[in-house]
Every structure is written in C-alpha cells, then in structure tokens.
C-alpha cells in the first residue's frame, strides 16, 4: 500500500504542470528518524529535483520542517513544495543521478520511515516581495484560514490589499492560496496564507509585539474577522531548497 501511495504522490506531483499551482507534500516521521531522513532527501531527492530544474522541467523545490509540533509528540511534519512547468517532460526514471537499484533502495528506506503522508494542491492568488523561482527566506508560518463559501471574493481581495503591508509588518515576503483539490462547507480549511521571516527572532518579536489599536485599525480587524478564522497555523524551518 506504502507503494502504491508513494507512486501515486509522485505522479501528482509531476503532473500538475501550471507555475502557479503549488504542490504541498506533508510526510511525517518519527523523531528517531529525522536525522536520516533529512540527509538522504538533501543526497537523494534534493538532486533528482534540481535536474528537472536544470531541464527546465521544474520550477522549484522547497524542503520545510514544522517546528511548532505539539507537546510531546513523537514524530516531526515535513512539508515539501513543489511548482512545475508548463508541458513539462518528466523523466525521473532516467536520471543521471542515479541508477535503478539506487532509487529502488531509496524508495523503499523512505517509506519505512514515513508514518503517514498527503498533500494539498494550491492555487496562488497573490504574493508579494518573492516568486516561484526565488529561493525563499529561512522562516515561514503559514496560516490555515477557514472561510465561509459565500465570502471568498470578499476574503481574496482583502487579503489582496492587505498583503501589500507585508514590509510594514516585519515579513520579509508574504503570500497566499486557495486550495483545490479540497472543497465543499465540511472542510475547515479553504486559504492559505504564507509570512516569510529571514529568521526564527523575527517570527517570535512579531507574535511578542502588542501594539494599541487605531480605531481604524480596530475596525478594520474587526472586518477581517468577519471574513475568515485562522484555523491552525505552523511555524517552519527551511532544511533545503533548489533553483
């Protein structure tokens, strides 16, 4: 079953081909297993992407770890970001890279660490300050955001407008996505919004910070919460990327 899944993730990952379609690849891991598992996707994986890259196949390829984990949780998340090109030819079975039995004997020692994966597919409405192609700063918190169906146009131009403050606010690039291989007033997450910090002190001075509101500002947080909720959120470390 491992298999079959970690082939199909793949497939996935290969095909959805439109620069501004973000592929978000989730693996955990136990915690006895972080260290191998991150030398072998920066010896294994990080290679086979940068020659797609190199071809012109690919886009972009980001290696996060959630930091935020809860309390005494055994395993660590990973999150890995995909963005592709147009028409791309993937050929990853013949990589120079490495040969059949390599990438069979990698497949298998990933799955045996993985405790359980899956993926979100995101569509980009809007960044500020960094592109697909960019290599990204070393902190991010992306913030899971629950909108009500009947608000989203409303929700999407907000943020649009907000975002631009991004410097203002002590980010170093922000962003956000609608999600797309999910739908429907069940799920409790429809956005994704991305704050990118160039260190871990600037993401902890800004969440320390409590600033006296403006009446205008208080008014208008008061209609940001009106559109969406934020749902959950997460605080990563970059641990590898290829351009």
Do not use: C
């Amino acid at each position: 079953m491992k298999k079959i899944i970690y082939i199909f993730l793949l497939s996935v990952i290969f095909n959805y081909t439109y620069s501004q379609i973000a592929y978000m690849h989730y693996v955990t891991v136990k915690n006895s297993d972080v260290k191998e598992h991150i030398e072998a996707e920066k010896n294994v994986h990080s290679k086979i992407h940068k020659e797609e890259i190199d071809k012109g196949n690919k886009i972009a390829w980001d290696m996060w770890m959630i930091s935020n984990s809860t309390y005494g949780e055994p395993t660590t998340t990973f999150l890995y970001v995909h963005f592709n090109n147009p028409d791309a030819n993937y050929d990853t079975q013949n990589s120079s890279n490495f040969t059949a039995h390599e990438r069979e004997a990698h497949r298998k020692a990933y799955q045996s660490r993985v405790v359980k994966e899956g993926g979100l597919t995101l569509g980009i409405k809007a960044s500020y300050g960094i592109t697909p192609g960019d290599m990204p700063p070393k902190n991010l918190v992306i913030n899971y955001m629950n909108v009500d169906f009947l608000k989203n146009y409303e929700y999407e131009q907000m943020e649009k407008n907000a975002g631009k403050s991004y410097k203002q606010n002590g980010r170093a690039a922000w962003g956000f996505g609608k999600i797309l291989n999910h739908f429907g007033s069940s799920k409790n997450v429809q956005y994704l919004t991305f704050d990118f910090y160039n260190s871990m002190d600037e993401i902890m001075d800004a969440r320390m910070t409590t600033n006296k509101l403006s009446k205008t500002q208080m008014s208008t947080f008061k209609a940001y919460e009106e559109l969406r909720t934020i749902y959950n959120t997460h605080i990563l470390t970059l641990v590898a990327a290829e351009r």
